[in-house]
């Protein structure tokens, strides 16, 4: 079994990241090259990416919009990258997986790297704003050598969870979003560009995200020297870390925007150089926004809700309505709130992984103790279980019997009916589900 040795000016730092989707694949591979200690003398970096098997993993489309190289890029379930980690060498895994699929991935690890003192430092965390499920997301990335927190604000909150429960809580590190950057808001493009950042899953009905279309046309309407851009997160058929049922493409081939309106793709970043007010319900754009200093609205339309994930805006100066937008409103962030949220607006974003740089680089110079997940089989029976299953493996994180784990690539017939049952998939929920639910509401 190949041991782990730090890298050196001559051979570069290895990082194997694991993701479950396209926003995850760009936080994962953003944060490991945010997070990788280096000198004068060491500047390489190794980067393997593993994409894992599912309803979400990323289309080359959505991999080419992140925007991120790696030296290698492969499909594979929970138990083939299990071995991979037993049979390759790596300083350092990154995790950008959902919480279960973390909490599966670390017991999978401690497994295969059982009596190893010079295994890889193990890094997760959150690709955004934690506004739901905080105490069973964290307890699931709990074991991990380091749990990145986006702020100040999410550092606080998850060092309370775990010392709440009497877990560790060393592992929590500060550090920002890994995608912030670009260049900061100078003054009004010609012509002026009005852009709504969608997300996948907020809203979910129907009803509401007409709603916030026939806005948005009506935006376009009352502003004809505006440009109106729907930025959209994944194209039809493409799934992302969210399911979505009712697709805006879809939505707006009912309706009829004016010529200034438009649907766009691409790399956030990319829009947000053009953009003079982003507009949004909670999406993470909204920080991305912020931290170059472009005006933002978090919408209030659809009422201020945990289940929108707007409340977490709450004090931060953006809240507006469309009728504000309309009659003229520019929001005005609040420089306090602002701060707290990982947005380093102040120029200090070159220096927000410092502390991740330093905590990664002690660890790699000395031996690690075995990973140490807050559940086990004791501790949690009736719930680990279940999330271990669904990855294929079995209570102490070994592999069950029958488990997929092919060492080859699919054939061509594999390949399709993959295809399919991904079709399948999307039939479903986007078809078949919505028709099923508004029967069983008549």
Known sequence: MPASTPATSTTPLRIAVLADSDTRWKWGALTAHRIAPRDDAQEALSLSGFLLRGRATPTPRQLAEVGVEAESLREVT??????????????????ALVGGGVQAMLHGLKRVWEGRADRPVVVTGYVGVVYE????????????????????QDAERFRSVYEGVGADASAVTEVALPFLGGAAYEGEHDPYTVVFAVQPSVPDSRKDRTYLLNRLIKHARLHPEREVLLKLRSQPGEHTTHIEEQPYQKLVQRLAPPPNFR?????????????DLLVTISSTAALESLHRRIPTVVLTDLGVREVLGNHH???????????QLDDGHRPSPDPEWVARQGVVADGSYATAFDAARERIAKLLAGALPPLTPYYTPATAPGYLPGILARHHLGPDGSPLPGAPAADKEPGPVRQIVRRAARGAYRHGVQRVAPVIRRMGEL
Not at 313 to 323: I, M, R
């Open 78 to 95: 929970s138990v083939e990258f299990l071995r991979a980690m037993a049979e390759e060498s790596y300083d350092i895994v990154v995790l």
């Open 263 to 275: 649907l766009v793709y691409g790399n956030m970043g990319e829009v947000l150089d053009r953009t």
């Open 133 to 152: 499920k905080l105490a069973d997301g964290l307890l699931l990335r709990h074991g991990a050598d380091l749990v990145l927190a986006n702020s100040r």
């Open 313 to 323: 805006f709450v004090g931060s100066g953006c809240l507006a309505s469309w009728d």
